[in-house]
């Protein structure tokens, strides 16, 4: 897994479900860009909430 930001090969990814989506966290150690990722590519913090708030 290669970083958006700089290329570097420093990310951690964290997976969970939120809303019944599989989403994974991004956190490039380097950086510092966060990113988040549903099945369908790359989605913004504010659809991340969106699934977390339709989710209750
Ligand atoms: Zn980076």
Do not use: H, P
């Amino acid at each position: 897994m290669t970083c958006n930001g700089c290329a570097g090969a420093n990310d951690v990814a964290i997976r969970m479900r939120i809303g019944g989506e599989e989403i994974v966290f991004r956190r490039c150690s380097k950086c510092e860009v966060n990113q988040w990722e549903a099945g369908t590519g790359e989605i913004s913090l504010d659809e991340v909430l969106e699934l977390a708030r339709s989710s209750r």
